[in-house]
């Protein structure tokens, strides 16, 4: 965790002055909402992917904690960051592919009788505000979800495990970042909007569908599994400048300006800064994989999975007790 946020102070360091029209600011976070509209699907898919295909049909249950983080592609906060002169600087996320996001769930899983199904429900909630000195650099999510599970081949010695399954899955969450230049403006029209105390605020939400197929298989004490799956998000994501205080051509801004501001720009101005979100719905397909270890009745899992076409990564592990 410690080293991710180096990785978003670095990324804060390098934000010089932020001086924009609103055309620029909004261009630049619907490119943010496009890439992520492929990746919050993705995300919403950590916890519950479990090793084993199917965990057996009543009194079987299991339940544990899963802990990862998925990727968002640089590509994402590209044109943001060349808003502001400097894209250059995001080099020093470039090895990991983009900024990683943390994330965690308490999963628990039972079977159903007599039909070959299981069912998991799975909550997350996440604010580094909570347990770091930081609060204008933070992370913060909320996501909760559930699925249901149906073993078409039951496998044996020979056979693997096969079942399929569909969730739902809500996720909300954000990243706040403090400026280097804590002065900022955004023109509109004729009119100049001044942020004090300034910090950059990316956020999303997304209700996810998803549908899963999965093999597994036991050799002695380790699991085996594969699967792919497709994920359709109806997801917003946005952001912007967040103040501590606004201004409007350099005289305090009254609540009747910055609401006449907010309808003639289509976008939130008030006194907490300028904020642009933009809805845009997207689906992901995925691949996933993992190997497990099995040691009687605790299960420690290791999982990766791949977003296509976003090309997001995302790593897991989950360590359960499940009978």
Do not use: C
């Not at 983009?98 to 070959?116: E, S």
Request: glycine share 12%; no cysteine; net charge negative.
């Amino acid at each position: 965790m410690k080293k991710i946020l180096i990785l978003l102070i670095i990324l804060a360091l390098s934000v010089p002055v932020f001086s924009q029209s609103l055309d620029e600011v909004e261009a630049s976070f619907q490119t943010f909402s496009d890439e992520t509209a492929s990746v919050l699907p993705l995300m919403t898919n950590l916890g519950l992917n479990w090793n084993d295909a199917f965990s057996g049909g009543f009194p079987h249950f299991g339940v544990g904690l899963t802990t990862g983080a998925v990727v968002i592609p640089l590509e994402a906060f590209n044109d943001i960051m060349d808003l502001t002169g400097s894209s250059g600087d995001l080099d020093a996320l470039s090895a990991m592919g983009g900024v990683p996001l943390p994330m965690y769930t308490v999963d628990a899983r039972v079977g159903i009788p007599i039909l070959p199904l299981d069912v998991g429900v799975k909550v997350g909630m996440l604010d580094t505000r909570d347990f770091l000195d930081s609060a204008d650099l933070y992370v913060n999510y909320t996501m909760f979800g559930a699925d249901v599970r149906y073993s078409v081949i039951k496998g044996n010695a020979l056979i693997p495990e096969v079942s399929v399954g569909a969730a739902y899955t809500y996720l909300d969450g954000g990243i706040s970042i403090p400026l280097s230049q804590t002065a900022q403006s955004v023109t509109i029209g004729s009119d100049v909007v001044e942020l004090s105390e300034s910090e950059m605020l990316f956020n999303w939400n997304a209700n996810v569908v998803d549908l899963k197929a999965q093999v597994s298989k036991k050799i002695l004490a380790l699991s085996l599994s594969a699967g792919a799956g497709y994920s359709y998000g109806f997801s917003s994501a946005g952001g912007g400048i967040q103040a501590g205080d606004v201004t409007l051509n350099g005289s305090p801004a009254t609540d009747a300006e910055l609401a006449a501001l907010t309808t003639m720009a289509g976008v939130t101005i008030n006194n907490e800064g300028v904020l642009v979100d933009a809805e845009n719905n997207g689906g992901s397909l995925r691949l996933f994989g993992g190997v497990g270890l099995n040691i009687l009745l605790l299960k420690i899992d290791f999982g990766a999975v791949y977003g296509i076409p976003s090309g997001a990564l995302g790593l897991s592990s989950n360590v359960r007790i499940q009978f």
